[in-house]
């Protein structure tokens, strides 16, 4: 309809809060007004038909939404900042609705769970649906970087303190419960920093990295066997050479994800593992992180009657880590000893004694 044809003005008043209370259109032509079927319904007035603008929109059987966007064309916003606020809600709600019946049922539950609101979600589109590409767990071990740039373009989009990381670590817990790994998910942070020593265990070179750890169909493995860790690079080489019949691996320091993997393919293939480090607090708290990622290692060397049986080797630290507590009983013990002593033994000094 040719709303310019009919109407001369448009009467629109409006409350204190801008919604519309009444519409009124002044109409001259009588042939328009007879197609409507309003002509005999009308009083005329100085030449034309004053006619409510509902009662065009009922007699055409449409809804008045329908023909704003003609109508402002012509006389700007119609709607009330309320109404126009609930028209965006709802179309927000519509675009989110729809957005939810593309995802599965545990891709869905997750993504809930996160209580995203239809108006962050409307922003952020882009993004979710890119990060939601990240619950498909990837079928060969990848790099955090090379799956980063995969999915958002950007190596870095998974570094930590990022909004895509944060993504993905609550993505994981979802999926593999609250100790949830990156390994889970067959992704490694870095494979030129994450390598194991290990003497006399695996047909394979000294230093194994993750990336060939991470299938254990290419790791010859021993089973049924005691094998022995050691915190310390030199003590491993001393006793893998004093004990060529023995199996040792070595964690440098703070032992790497292919560390840990490696031990929780060595413990499933049910080996019984040692582990010895430094007498120390910060030896302590490694230690006991480990014991708490793996309760069935056992630990060698790292109780208070090794503390107390060595103490010509206890030396005055010069810098040591301050452990507040630890959580297996034996370290509990020898924790209070060396904070009350004051001394440490390294190793070293222990296993030269063997």
Same mark, same amino acid.
């Given at each position: 309809?040719?709303?310019?044809?009919?109407?001369?003005?448009?009467?629109?008043?409006?409350?204190?809060?801008? &919604?519309?209370?009444?519409?009124?259109?002044?109409?001259?032509?009588?042939?328009?007004?007879?197609?409507?079927?309003?002509?005999?319904?009308?009083?005329?007035?100085?030449?034309?038909?004053?006619?409510?603008?509902?009662?065009?929109?009922?007699?055409?059987?449409?809804?008045?939404?329908?023909?704003?966007?003609?109508?402002?064309?012509?006389?700007?916003?119609?709607?009330?900042?309320?109404?126009?606020?609930? &028209?965006?809600?709802?179309?927000?709600?519509?675009?989110?609705?729809?957005?939810?019946? &593309?995802?599965?049922?545990? &891709?869905?539950?997750?993504?809930?769970?996160?209580?995203?609101?239809?108006?962050?979600?409307?922003?952020?589109?882009?993004?979710?649906?890119?990060?939601?590409?990240?619950?498909?767990?990837?079928?060969?071990?990848?790099?955090?970087?090379?799956?980063?740039?995969?999915?958002?373009?950007?190596?870095?989009?998974?570094?930590?303190?990022?909004?895509?990381?944060?993504?993905?670590?609550?993505?994981?817990?979802?999926?593999?419960?609250?100790?949830?790994?990156?390994?889970?998910?067959?992704?490694?942070?870095?494979?030129?920093?994450?390598?194991?020593?290990?003497?006399?265990?695996?047909?394979?070179?000294?230093?194994?990295?993750?990336?060939?750890?991470?299938?254990?169909?290419?790791?010859?493995?021993?089973?049924?066997?005691?094998?022995?860790?050691?915190?310390?690079?030199?003590?491993?080489?001393?006793?893998?050479?004093?004990?060529?019949?023995?199996?040792?691996?070595?964690?440098?320091?703070?032992?790497?994800?292919?560390?840990?993997?490696?031990?929780?393919?060595?413990?499933?293939?049910?080996?019984?593992?040692?582990?010895?480090?430094?007498?120390?607090?910060?030896?302590?708290?490694?230690?006991?992180?480990?014991?708490?990622?793996?309760?069935?290692?056992?630990?060698?060397?790292?109780?208070?009657?090794?503390?107390?049986?060595?103490?010509?080797?206890?030396?005055?630290?010069?810098?040591?880590?301050?452990?507040?507590?630890?959580?297996?009983?034996?370290?509990?013990?020898?924790?209070?000893?060396?904070?009350?002593?004051?001394?440490?033994?390294?190793?070293?000094?222990?296993?030269?004694?063997?």
């Amino acid at each position: 309809m040719d709303w310019w044809q009919i109407t001369r003005d448009l009467y629109l008043e409006k409350g204190s809060h801008g &919604q519309i209370k009444n519409w009124t259109v002044k109409v001259e032509d009588e042939l328009a007004l007879s197609r409507l079927g309003l002509l005999g319904k009308l009083t005329q007035k100085n030449g034309t038909y004053q006619v409510k603008v509902w009662r065009i929109f009922k007699q055409l059987g449409i809804a008045k939404e329908d023909i704003f966007p003609e109508l402002e064309v012509r006389y700007g916003k119609l709607l009330s900042q309320k109404d126009q606020a609930d &028209q965006i809600n709802t179309q927000r709600q519509t675009a989110f609705t729809n957005f939810l019946t &593309q995802l599965d049922t545990a &891709q869905k539950e997750f993504f809930l769970s996160l209580d995203v609101s239809p108006k962050v979600w409307e922003k952020q589109a882009n993004f979710y649906r890119s990060a939601l590409q990240m619950w498909s767990r990837p079928s060969q071990p990848t790099l955090l970087a090379a799956y980063a740039l995969k999915i958002f373009s950007n190596p870095h989009a998974l570094d930590y303190g990022r909004k895509e990381r944060n993504f993905l670590e609550k993505l994981l817990v979802a999926q593999y419960g609250p100790d949830a790994r990156l390994d889970d998910h067959n992704l490694y942070q870095d494979q030129l920093a994450n390598f194991v020593g290990t003497a006399n265990l695996l047909v394979s070179p000294l230093n194994f990295d993750l990336i060939s750890l991470a299938d254990v169909t290419t790791v010859d493995l021993p089973r049924g066997q005691n094998i022995y860790l050691h915190e310390n690079s030199g003590v491993t080489t001393v006793l893998a050479r004093r004990y060529p019949d023995r199996k040792f691996v070595c964690t440098a320091g703070q032992p790497t994800l292919a560390c840990r993997l490696l031990i929780t393919r060595l413990l499933a293939a049910n080996n019984t593992l040692y582990y010895s480090g430094d007498l120390d607090q910060t030896g302590l708290k490694i230690a006991d992180n480990l014991l708490q990622d793996f309760p069935a290692l056992k630990l060698k060397n790292m109780d208070l009657e090794t503390y107390h049986k060595y103490q010509k080797q206890a030396v005055v630290p010069s810098k040591d880590r301050h452990i507040k507590q630890v959580q297996h009983p034996a370290l509990q013990s020898l924790l209070t000893a060396i904070q009350s002593e004051g001394k440490i033994i390294f190793e070293e000094a222990i296993h030269e004694l063997l």
